[in-house]
């Protein structure tokens, strides 16, 4: 049984291109998550995917976007990269939402904007 | 404002002794915490949950104590291992919503 699967696991990206990170969340899992994790810190929300819809969000600026497939996998898209984007993005998956159950995470993709 | 903070960030154990890791977390309404455990280059790794109307909960060597009149939450490692080498977050959430993390506590195993 697969976990969170996330692609690429590392990017390197201009400042002020744009980049789309992938996920596919664990079989049988609906939610999905997006988080951002700067080295030595702990991951910060930025959205939440269910039933295609954003359903909540982070404090991250607009430039940060998201989509949810039927399949249920997901992608988180940032415009205008700025350096300080530079972080590991990790996705998690659960099923369903707004239940206490806990988060599973993919191994996230280390991007580096220069 | 929303945070959940850890007292020690980072703490060495002697191999075979028992770890404990600290949390505090200021949002008394969070129903629902998990400590996670992160090894480098990977992403965070569920060890074990508790909801707010317990006060402890065990699983295979890790033991989850939940104060909520201090809002403190901790992690038992027993018998602590060179594998249990990593960063452990704790994170809260109410309602299952997004999880708010700590920083971090490193904890290394020396052998």
């Known amino acids: 049984d697969a976990g969170v699967t996330q692609s690429p696991t590392h990017l390197i990206k201009t400042r002020g291109q744009q980049v789309t990170l992938r996920c596919s969340p664990k079989?049988?899992?609906?939610?999905v998550s997006w988080y951002q994790q700067a080295l030595g810190q702990g991951p910060q929300f930025i959205f939440q995917y269910y039933e295609e819809e954003e359903r909540q969000r982070g404090n991250f600026p607009d430039r940060f976007s998201g989509h949810q497939f039927p399949n249920y996998s997901s992608e988180l898209n940032v415009n205008a990269l700025l350096l300080g984007d530079s972080a590991l993005y990790l996705c998690?998956?659960?099923?369903?939402?707004?239940?206490?159950?806990?988060?599973?995470f993919g191994n996230g993709t280390r991007l580096t904007v220069t | 404002g929303e945070s959940v903070g850890l007292h020690l960030p980072t703490l060495s154990v002697q191999e075979g002794d028992n770890s404990i890791i600290n949390c505090a977390y200021s949002?008394?309404?969070?129903?629902?915490f998990i400590w996670y455990k992160q090894e480098s280059g990977k992403g965070p790794q569920f060890i074990i949950d508790?909801?707010?109307?317990?006060d402890k909960r065990q699983g295979q060597r890790v033991t989850v104590l939940l104060n909520k009149t201090v809002k403190h939450l901790s992690l038992q490692i027993a018998a602590t291992q060179p594998g249990d080498s990593a960063v452990y977050f704790c994170a809260e959430t109410l309602y299952g919503n997004k999880l708010v993390f700590g920083a971090g506590t490193i904890l290394r195993v020396k052998s």
């Open positions: 079989s049988g899992h609906d939610t």
């Open positions: 949002n008394s309404a969070s129903d629902y």
């Open positions: 508790i909801r707010s109307n317990m």
């Open positions: 998690a998956s659960r099923a369903g939402t707004g239940v206490n159950s806990p988060l599973h």
